[in-house]
């Protein structure tokens, strides 16, 4: 069983940046697929960000391409979401999310949650 322990949310000025770290215990993650997803309150929960195992292979959702960066050390059993030119639409409850290799971007297709951190950005 894996947990996962999101941090690093704030609040933040229109054009700031933030990192959230993502740590995981109960087990090596080298083996799961990660992701990032935010959910903004009245909205679905939605995909931003995935890495796979290796590391190697990234993608993104196309709002965030070019000013989000995942990344991954494993040695570290953490993962993390680097949010650079942050707009007010970037505001929501950020989650980490591991899942055995698959699909990135499915919400359904992770097992295991972090408990989400909050990032709000002011316009």
């Known amino acids: 069983q894996v947990q996962l322990v999101d941090t690093g949310g704030g609040l933040v000025q229109a054009g700031g940046s933030l990192t959230l770290s993502c740590v995981a215990s109960?087990?090596?993650?080298?083996?799961?697929?990660m992701g990032w997803f935010r959910q903004a309150p009245g909205m679905e929960r939605e995909f931003v960000a995935g890495?796979?195992?290796?590391?190697?292979?990234?993608y993104y959702v196309d709002s965030v391409k070019g000013r989000f960066t995942i990344s991954r050390d494993n040695a570290k059993n953490t993962v993390y979401l680097c949010l650079n030119s942050l707009k007010a639409e970037d505001t929501a409850v950020y989650y980490c999310?591991?899942?055995?290799?698959?699909?990135?971007?499915?919400?359904?297709?992770?097992?295991?949650w972090g408990q989400g951190t909050q990032v709000t950005v002011s316009s």
């Open positions: 999310a591991a899942r055995l290799p698959g699909s990135y971007s499915i919400v359904g297709s992770y097992d295991y």
């Open positions: 109960g087990g090596p993650i080298s083996i799961y697929t």
């Open positions: 890495v796979s195992g290796s590391g190697l292979s990234k």
